[in-house]
C-alpha cells in the first residue's frame, strides 16, 4: 500500500502594527471568532471581490 501524502495548506505570514492588531483584536471578538478565523475570513472575501472583479473587466474586453 501507498501512503496518502497529506497536503499542507498553504501560509501566509505577515506582520500588523498596534493598531492593525488592536483592530483584530475587535473584529474577532466581535464576530465571536478567532484571530486565526477572522484573517482567514477577510483574505475569502478579498479574493472573492477581487475575482469578480476582474471577471467583469475581462468580461467587457471581450464583447
Given at each position: 500500500m501507498t501512503k496518502k501524502r497529506i497536503q499542507n495548506s498553504p501560509t501566509i505570514?505577515?506582520?500588523?502594527?498596534?493598531?492593525?492588531?488592536s483592530a483584530l483584536r475587535?473584529?474577532?471578538?466581535?464576530?465571536?471568532?478567532?484571530?486565526?478565523?477572522?484573517?482567514?475570513?477577510?483574505?475569502?472575501?478579498?479574493l472573492a471581490s477581487y475575482s469578480l472583479a476582474e471577471k467583469?473587466?475581462?468580461a467587457s474586453v471581450k464583447q
Open positions: 505570514a505577515m506582520r500588523f502594527n498596534d493598531a492593525d492588531k475587535q473584529l474577532s471578538a466581535r464576530l465571536g471568532k478567532s484571530q486565526t478565523e477572522t484573517v482567514r475570513v477577510l483574505v475569502r472575501e478579498r467583469s473587466k475581462t
